[in-house]
């Protein structure tokens, strides 16, 4: 959760947050609230998107849970909740204030793509094995 503190605008988002855990692997979650409009996770297997699912639905934080179903098996699931984040997933900038991170580490963020040429990596997991879902799964934030 220090990757999450480290970043976000109101970091006591955190302390509401839950760690959900699937066969013994644990999945950081934090609430909608604030700034903070949405979040995910990317799963890559079904069993642990419908246990992360299950947990988070009703959940305060959490709301609309649901699920982006991958067609592709090298591909991963994402579990969504709160708002449909920003169309547009060029722009970076209004992709970190949709999940609430400060404009420091949305500038960091943008600073370090710009001279990078690794592929982006997956926001909620880290893993860039998940991230081809959509664009809107970067991180690094």
């Known amino acids: 959760m220090s990757w999450y503190r480290e970043r976000l605008l109101d970091p006591a988002l955190i302390t509401a947050g839950v760690v959900v855990v699937v066969k013994g692997v644990g999945y950081p979650t934090v609430p909608v609230g604030g ?12 069993v642990t998107t419908r246990c992360l699912h299950e947990a988070l639905t009703g959940r305060d934080g959490f709301p609309r849970v649901r699920v982006r179903w991958s067609l ?22 209004a992709q970190g204030r949709f999940y609430g991170y400060s404009e420091e580490a949305i500038n960091r963020f943008v600073e370090e793509l710009a001279h990078s040429t690794r592929p982006r990596e997956s926001q909620e997991t880290g893993s860039s094995a998940c991230s081809s879902t959509s664009r809107t799964n970067s991180k690094r934030l």
């Open 35 to 46: 700034l903070r409009r949405g979040g995910y996770v990317n799963v890559a297997d079904d």
């Open 72 to 93: 592709c098996p090298s591909v991963c699931h994402t579990v969504i909740w709160g708002d449909e984040p920003p169309r547009d997933d060029e722009d970076d900038v």
